[in-house]
């Protein structure tokens, strides 16, 4: 197949991006011809507040250049990720003159929350959904502490919502676990559109042969991350529970601190994939707090692959990708006594810890692999068959 693979670039690179890398090469390992159309939001400043709000909810030149595209290409599939906010839905407006489906994947809660988060005021927050207006969002200013720029995303929500876009546009939606479809659908979009399709990892890694000297943290610095929880459950343990930190964000300089006042606790800064790859082959589990709804974070992918257990917050898809006593523990988000304490048994139970270590490689290898990947998506364009669009004169 011809596949214009579609991303508009964040302006901090994070899991979305390296997300969009991924399918691209798995695209093309499995024979397809990939062309890629990108935007990137360094040009929003470039633009300004006006120009990129009129662009969030129409964008003449996404329009035009992918209408051309397609036209001229004979492409078979739009393969869409993240269109927000220089892309916009005008992308499936051209793929429809051009008679070209679109299958779109849901990698952040976009469509029904303006922060796309699902979380406000360090609390997970659902007003929004099932809302025609997204008028609480708006009054909180939950795009960027701004009701302005609030009221620019719900603009470009409603509109689309009232023409049908989301509804009558895109042949098929990706969500990447159950949790995250059941939102979609709450939100509106039609259930018989959405599919499953997780994250995976390319290439394998391969297992870890180290039981771990250490606990892992990777990620932003920041407390809907469940950074605050980590160090406080950190300082409720006692000596010889070695924590390494990786990432950037506005906590850092709390958590430099704390690395200075823990011998335990090692703030290590950002670092690059292979860093963290291999950080990964030498750590006995991996924690991740986050209080927010996750879609499915990448890193949890990479642990299993490497065959590290994941101690996660029990909630949202987390609850689902880390399977409580087999390839992870779970805790109460948010609560540091309870983290700390599932932190002080996997350390005291390295039997267990060892089974669920051969546990997470064989979920890994059954279900996150490129391989397994591009079946799904293979059954996604086959299903979609039967209601490709006709080009529009």
């Known amino acids: 197949m ?37 935007e990137d939001n360094r040009r929003v400043e470039s633009l300004g507040r006006l120009r990129t709000a009129a662009r969030t909810v129409w964008s003449h030149e996404t329009y035009r250049r992918v209408r051309d595209i397609l036209r001229d290409g004979h492409h078979d599939l739009v393969y869409a990720q ?6 916009s839905p005008s992308l499936y407006y051209a793929a429809r003159v051009a008679g070209v489906p679109v299958i779109q994947t849901l990698r952040n ?3 029904m929350c303006l922060n796309g988060l699902l979380f406000r005021d360090g609390k997970i927050c659902e007003e929004c959904v099932g809302k025609a207006v997204p008028w609480p969002g708006i009054m909180h200013g939950c795009y960027r502490d701004s009701r302005a720029a609030s009221a620019a995303v719900a603009a470009m929500l409603v509109t689309h919502r009232l023409l049908g876009t989301f509804r009558e546009r895109v042949g098929a939606y990706v969500a990447l676990t159950e949790f995250c479809r059941d939102k979609f659908i709450e939100g509106g979009l039609p259930a018989e559109l959405i ?9 394998d890694p391969g297992a870890s042969a180290d039981p771990g000297q250490y606990a ?23 000596p010889g529970h070695p924590l390494k930190i990786v990432g950037d964000g506005p906590l850092a300089e709390e958590v430099a601190r704390a690395a200075a006042g823990s011998p335990d606790v090692e703030c290590l800064g950002p670092r690059t994939s292979a860093e963290v790859r ?12 986050s209080r ?3 879609n499915f974070p990448r890193i949890i992918v990479e642990a299993f692959a490497t065959g590290v257990p994941v101690i996660a917050s029990r909630h949202g898809s987390m609850s689902l990708i880390v399977e409580d006593g087999a390839t992870g523990l779970h805790f109460v988000p948010g609560d540091a006594a309870d983290l700390g304490a599932k932190v002080a048994w996997a350390w005291a139970h390295a039997v267990e810890i060892d089974a669920m270590r051969h546990r997470a490689r064989e979920e890994y290898l059954m279900h996150y692999t490129a391989d397994a990947s591009h ?9 979609m068959a039967t209601r490709s669009p006709s080009p529009v004169s």
Do not use: C
Request: aromatic share 12%; no cysteine; net charge neutral.
């Open 195 to 203: 599919s499953i399709k997780p994250n995976f990892v390319d290439p």
């Open 278 to 289: 291999e950080l990964l082959q030498g750590a006995k589990f991996l924690v991740f707090p």
């Open 82 to 87: 993240n269109t927000f906010p220089l892309v």
């Open 292 to 294: 927010v709804f996750e």
């Open 375 to 383: 079946r799904i998506l293979d059954r996604i364009i086959s299903s």
């Open 216 to 238: 892992l943290y990777v990620g932003r610095l920041s407390r809907e991350k469940g950074l605050d929880t980590l160090l406080a459950a950190w300082a409720r343990l006692g």
């Open 109 to 111: 809660y976009r469509l």
């Open 2 to 38: 011809k596949i214009l693979a579609v991303h508009n670039r964040y302006l901090w690179r994070g899991g979305e991006d390296a997300s969009f890398e991924a399918e691209v090469a798995m695209l093309r390992m499995h024979g397809h011809l990939v062309e890629e159309y990108l």
